[in-house]
Nanobody
Framework: QVQLVESGGGLVQAGGSLRLSCAAS????????MGWFRQAPGKEREFVAA????????YYADSVKGRFTISRDNAKNTLYLQMNSLKAEDTAVYYC??????????????????WGQGTQVTVSS
């Protein structure tokens, strides 16, 4: 059973940066595809970014492309999300998720098997 714990959220001014981390235990991170999702108040959870389990191919939502960077350090069993040029509309609870290797869209939350508890990101304008 993989357990995921996010950290690094907080309050930041618009235009600022944050780096989220997701530490995995109970499994080897390199065996899983990984993703970040977010949920703003009153909205459904949405895809932010993902990275494949092999090859490190990345995917991004159009709303964050060019501003956010997803990466992984398999030796540290940790996933990251570097967020730059933050906007008020980036305010949300951010979740990391892991999926076993299988076909299916990395953008769909239904394809993920394990989830963290989330970390709050608040961007003040």
């Amino acid at each position: 059973q993989v357990q995921l714990v996010e950290s690094g959220g907080g309050l930041v001014q618009a235009g600022g940066s944050l780096r989220l981390s997701c530490a995995a235990s109970g499994g080897t991170l390199s065996s899983y595809g990984m993703g970040w999702f977010r949920q703003a108040p009153g909205k459904e959870r949405e895809f932010v970014a993902a990275i494949t389990w092999i090859g490190g191919r990345t995917y991004y939502a159009d709303s964050v492309k060019g501003r956010f960077t997803i990466s992984r350090d398999n030796a540290k069993n940790t996933l990251y999300l570097q967020m730059n040029s933050l906007k008020a509309e980036d305010t949300a609870v951010y979740y990391c998720a892991a999926r076993r290797p299988h076909s299916g869209s990395y953008r769909s939350e239904n394809e993920y098997d394990y989830w963290g508890q989330g970390t709050q990101v608040t961007v003040s304008s």
